[in-house]
């Protein structure tokens, strides 16, 4: 009877730069992931039946719509974003729902100012602070004697 030692390594090779970290799962394919099939798919086509020219042009005006349409979504973003377009809330009357104890009430106020911060961009009414993408309505303020230190929320139950 033969005795192994217990602290041989069984993969005496073994080391932790030599593993990959595991790759995260893509849901949806971007347009370096289409490119990527339409190369592998030239590449393993079979010679004596190649991809029809007709195919070939479908595929890249998918891949140049996507491409556009990629652009465009961030340029819309970029655009919503935008510190000019968003002062046009200041003097404006916005509404936006608040969730307390008693449930959901709908508030409304006059924008006094825009505040950002990490990226997000807040409308200030009063003292309140409400993200841009939290508002329901917008309105043109309807003209009310000046109050000092803000113009304050109301809110409806």
């Known amino acids: ?29 971007g ?26 042009i479908a595929q890249m005006a998918q891949f140049s719509s996507l491409e556009q349409m ?21 003097g404006k009357k916005v509404g936006w729902q608040e969730t307390t104890q008693a449930g959901s009430v709908d508030k409304t106020g006059i924008v006094d100012s825009i505040v950002r911060r990490d990226g997000v961009q807040y409308v200030k009414i009063g003292t309140s602070e409400v993200k841009i993408d939290d508002l329901t309505t917008i309105s043109e303020a309807a003209s009310q004697p000046a109050q000092s230190g803000g113009t304050g929320v109301t809110g409806n139950e």
């Open 70 to 90: 990629m652009n465009m979504a961030t340029q819309m973003s970029g655009l919503r974003q935008s510190a000019g377009l968003v002062a046009g809330l200041i």
């Open 1 to 29: 009877m033969t005795q192994t030692n217990s602290t041989s390594n069984i993969w005496p090779d073994y080391s932790k730069q030599n593993v990959q970290a595991a790759r995260k799962p893509v849901k949806a394919l």
């Open 31 to 56: 347009k370096d992931e289409f490119l990527q099939l339409l190369v592998t798919q030239l590449r393993n086509q079979d010679p004596m039946a190649p991809m029809q020219d007709k195919e070939f």
